[in-house]
């Protein structure tokens, strides 16, 4: 049996840490994607939160999803 797997990255508003310095995660965005893609058959194999530069001195958020699903 044969997977397939789908990485998505979710990545913190840069606006909003800007203006404010940090913000949350999307939570209502992680949960619109994850309905989506169980929707279409993919299960959640693991996440990844990590930190990424914006510009020089700010850094946000982003979660990497990593879908799996079984191919036929």
């Known amino acids: 049996m044969r997977r397939e797997y789908k990485v998505v990255t979710v ?3 840069a606006l909003s840490t ?9 939570l209502k965005k992680m ?3 994850m309905n ?11 996440q990844v939160i990590e930190k ?3 510009f020089l ?3 946000r958020e982003a979660i990497i999803i990593t879908f799996v699903r ?3």
């Open 57 to 59: 001195f700010w850094t």
């Open 36 to 46: 989506y893609h169980g929707s279409q058959g993919w299960d959640v194999s693991f």
């Open 52 to 54: 990424h530069r914006l």
């Open 31 to 33: 949960e619109e994607v």
């Open 70 to 72: 079984n191919c036929e």
């Open 11 to 13: 990545k913190e508003g």
């Open 18 to 26: 800007l203006l404010f310095g940090a913000s949350k995660l999307p």
